[in-house]
């Protein structure tokens, strides 16, 4: 398998950036002018770049291009970037925990709650998944 995309993965790819481009533009339209930015707009934003993104990194199984998700490279590709996920949304969570307290002076509960869930959620799900192996 090669790295390579098809013309049709670029378009595919493309189409998402174009859109995530006209989605942030839109937010800091609306928010350039005071509007409030709400939960859909933020979102949107996310579900497109993690549309292209996700457009380019995999390949199509019928076209034969590219690594897939199914092969194990891809499974391989898979793990590791959601461990790397994992503990960049850890690192983040406590960053926003700290500028919460030294900014404002006060704690941002909903972060700290999450923040304790991500610390127990890897080592609990690998002694779950390690008691199926045993």
Request: charged share 20%; aromatic share 8%.
């Amino acid at each position: 398998m090669t790295g390579r995309k098809t013309p049709k993965q670029r378009l595919i790819a493309a189409g998402f950036g174009l859109t995530s481009l006209v989605v942030i533009g839109f937010t800091l339209k609306k928010y350039a002018s005071g509007e409030p930015v709400g939960t859909s707009e933020l979102t949107s934003i996310a579900a497109a770049l993690a549309a292209m993104f996700g457009a380019l990194t995999w390949g199509n199984k019928e076209d034969g291009e590219g690594i897939t998700q199914e092969e194990e490279m891809g499974r391989h590709i898979t793990f590791v970037s959601a461990k790397a996920a994992y503990f960049i949304m850890l690192a983040a969570s406590l960053i926003v925990c700290i500028v919460e307290k030294l900014a404002f002076g006060r704690d941002n509960m909903a972060v700290l709650i999450l923040l304790g869930l991500g610390i127990v959620l890897l080592p609990a799900a690998e002694y779950i998944v390690a008691r199926k192996y045993r």
